[in-house]
């Protein structure tokens, strides 16, 4: 079965300063990896997807995300936060059973 | 092109009455999901289908029914409903076949068992 890790429950960021929100994930083999974002009162909205080939994937909002096989994870990461990526950010993982898995998020805080 | 469509949006339920969430998509999808979504708890998987007349349970299906008599048409029953059953409960497809495997989401339905 795959499982999906985000030891983070919330991180808090200046605005401007650089953030990583961590993804572990256990499945056998090498799964499709998804982070998806929140906002307030919405539902999940795709910011970047990882399905084989290069392991630096670009997103949208300027977000990337970093596969690691080594270290079954796939951390999410910005340059510079804004005040506007405030937002739950949830880790997904699709194995053999096609049924997307997610972790339990991440609250991101963004202080001015 | 609405994609994924809810209802209702809100709603507040007494312990044992009934309702149906209702979702709707118009993007041809096969496969459909209900996720609920409870805080620090993530998405948990509720049920699931994979076309027309096919559903599977998930990893939280009890108090729960579903149906899929259509392509478009995915209604999550709520029999009788419980105060653990509060919670926001979302709706997605997606498109397997065409190896996307990216989810689709709907709005959410907020849900309040008293």
């Known amino acids: 079965a795959q499982s999906v890790t985000q030891p983070d429950i919330h991180i808090t960021v200046s605005e401007g300063a650089s953030l990583e929100l961590r993804c572990n994930y256990s499945y056998g083999a090498t799964p499709y990896l998804f982070w998806y974002v929140q906002s307030p009162g919405q539902g999940l909205q795709l910011l970047l997807k990882?399905?084989?080939?290069?392991?630096l994937v670009q997103g949208i909002k300027g977000f990337e995300a970093e596969f690691k096989r080594s270290q079954s994870s796939f951390n999410l990461r910005k340059p510079s936060v804004h005040w506007s990526d405030a937002a739950e950010y949830f880790c997904a993982v699709v194995g053999g059973s096609y049924i997307p898995t997610f972790g339990r998020g991440t609250s991101l805080i963004v202080h001015p | 092109n609405a994609g994924v469509t809810q209802t209702p949006k809100f709603r507040i339920l007494k312990i044992g009455q009934s309702m149906t969430l209702q979702c709707t998509q118009d993007?041809?999808?096969?496969?459909m999901y209900w996720y609920r979504q409870d805080p620090g708890m993530g998405l948990k998987l509720i049920y699931y289908?994979?076309?027309?007349?096919?559903?599977d349970k998930g990893e939280v299906p009890n108090g729960y029914n579903v149906s899929r008599s259509t392509t478009e048409d995915f209604p999550l029953r709520l029999e009788l409903a419980a105060p653990s059953q509060t919670s926001v409960y979302f709706c997605?497809?997606?498109?397997?076949?065409?190896?996307?495997?990216?989810?689709?989401f709907g709005a959410g339905s907020r849900l309040t068992v008293l």
């Open positions: 993007m041809n999808h096969n496969y």
């Open positions: 997605a497809s997606n498109d397997r076949e065409s190896g996307a495997n990216v989810l689709t």
């Open positions: 990882y399905f084989s080939g290069d392991t």
């Open positions: 289908s994979v076309g027309a007349g096919i559903t």
